[in-house]
């Protein structure tokens, strides 16, 4: 009978749907977790044989020696975690994983030189000038390698490279926000500042024009008959009257005074009788 399609399981392993496919799984799983063991086993063995490295080479220097202790495990740390990385898919980038690979071959070839190096002085052997310059230096150095491996493994990650662009990305709006809040506002200053000269300049001209318009003849001969209206009235409060409707002027000169028929001086003002002498 032919089977149905939704018998079939598209998303399956294609080893599983083969004859012994779960067999072949079964041995791939335990291969994976025998290099896993294997790999535990060669950093236990790598830090055993640094650690008596770095013992010779600190010599009696405690604070030194537990120093140089941390840095070994610096050196076998970043290389579990490396191999750890890629064999979990978190290295997915075509630098990071060169920049991966790179540094683990390195640090995997300063564990060695420290495994050969302590190996040969508990022989009795005489190290090489390689293997000396290790001891005395590379090994003091290791740890620091190890850390800019790291670093250069993380930053190179393509989701953190783009997380970090998105950042810039957003640091970039976010400025030209800031700047355009800024112009913004210095047009809304030099506007109000515009406008305030404005009024500046017209109330200057207005006042220019004012005194002008009040210096002007018509003007002052305003100015002179409301004067003149005004102190007829004063004039009467103070008991002076003055005759008819003749206005006459306080400036009047004895030309333009008159004398009556019997000889009495006739003027603009007159002496009420009621405060005659």
């Given at each position: 009978?032919?089977?149905?399609?939704?018998?079939?399981?598209?998303?399956?392993?294609?080893?599983?749907?083969?004859?012994?496919?779960?067999?072949?799984?079964?041995?791939?799983?335990?291969?994976?977790?025998?290099?896993?063991?294997?790999?535990?086993?060669?950093?236990?063995?790598?830090?055993?044989?640094?650690i008596q490295a770095a013992i010779i080479a600190t010599g009696d220097n405690t604070f030194a020696l537990a120093a140089q202790i941390i840095g070994v495990l610096v050196l076998e740390i970043t290389i579990t975690a490396l191999y750890m990385a890629g064999m979990a898919g978190k290295i997915t980038g075509r630098?990071?994983?060169?920049?991966?690979?790179?540094?683990?071959?390195?640090?995997?070839?300063?564990?060695?030189?420290?495994?050969?190096?302590?190996?040969?002085?508990?022989?009795?052997?005489?190290?090489?000038?390689?293997?000396?310059?290790?001891?005395?230096?590379?090994?003091?150095?290791?740890?620091?390698?190890?850390?800019?491996?790291?670093?250069?493994?993380?930053?190179?990650?393509?989701?953190?490279?783009?997380?970090?662009?998105?950042?810039?990305?957003?640091?970039?709006?976010?400025?030209?926000?800031?700047?355009?809040?800024?112009?913004?506002?210095?047009?809304?200053?030099?506007?109000?500042?515009?406008?305030?000269?404005?009024?500046?300049?017209?109330?200057?001209?207005?006042?220019?024009?004012?005194?002008?318009?009040?210096?002007?003849?018509?003007?002052?001969?305003?100015?002179?008959?409301?004067?003149?209206?005004?102190?007829?009235?004063?004039?009467?409060?103070?008991?002076?009257?003055?005759?008819?409707?003749?206005?006459?002027?306080?400036?009047?000169?004895?030309?333009?005074?008159?004398?009556?028929?019997?000889?009495?001086?006739?003027?603009?003002?007159?002496?009420?009788?009621?405060?005659?002498?």
């Amino acid at each position: 009978m032919k089977e149905s399609v939704h018998e079939y399981d598209v998303f399956a392993d294609d080893l599983v749907q083969e004859e012994g496919g779960h067999a072949h799984a079964a041995i791939g799983l335990w291969g994976i977790t025998l290099l896993h063991v294997m790999k535990v086993a060669f950093v236990i063995y790598s830090g055993a044989h640094n650690i008596q490295a770095a013992i010779i080479a600190t010599g009696d220097n405690t604070f030194a020696l537990a120093a140089q202790i941390i840095g070994v495990l610096v050196l076998e740390i970043t290389i579990t975690a490396l191999y750890m990385a890629g064999m979990a898919g978190k290295i997915t980038g075509r630098l990071q994983s060169v920049i991966a690979a790179f540094f683990w071959l390195l640090g995997m070839i300063m564990a060695s030189a420290g495994i050969v190096a302590d190996s040969r002085l508990h022989a009795g052997y005489e190290l090489g000038p390689a293997l000396t310059w290790y001891l005395t230096t590379g090994l003091f150095l290791a740890p620091v390698i190890m850390v800019i491996g790291s670093v250069l493994v993380i930053f190179t990650d393509p989701v953190l490279s783009q997380k970090i662009a998105n950042s810039r990305d957003r640091a970039d709006i976010q400025r030209e926000k800031v700047r355009t809040a800024v112009l913004v506002e210095k047009a809304a200053h030099n506007s109000q500042r515009i406008v305030h000269n404005i009024r500046l300049g017209a109330q200057k001209q207005m006042a220019i024009e004012a005194k002008k318009y009040y210096q002007s003849e018509d003007v002052q001969n305003v100015l002179q008959e409301t004067a003149m209206a005004a102190l007829q009235d004063v004039m009467r409060q103070a008991g002076i009257h003055i005759p008819g409707n003749r206005r006459g002027l306080p400036g009047e000169t004895g030309k333009e005074r008159m004398t009556n028929s019997n000889g009495a001086q006739s003027g603009p003002f007159v002496q009420s009788e009621d405060h005659a002498p």
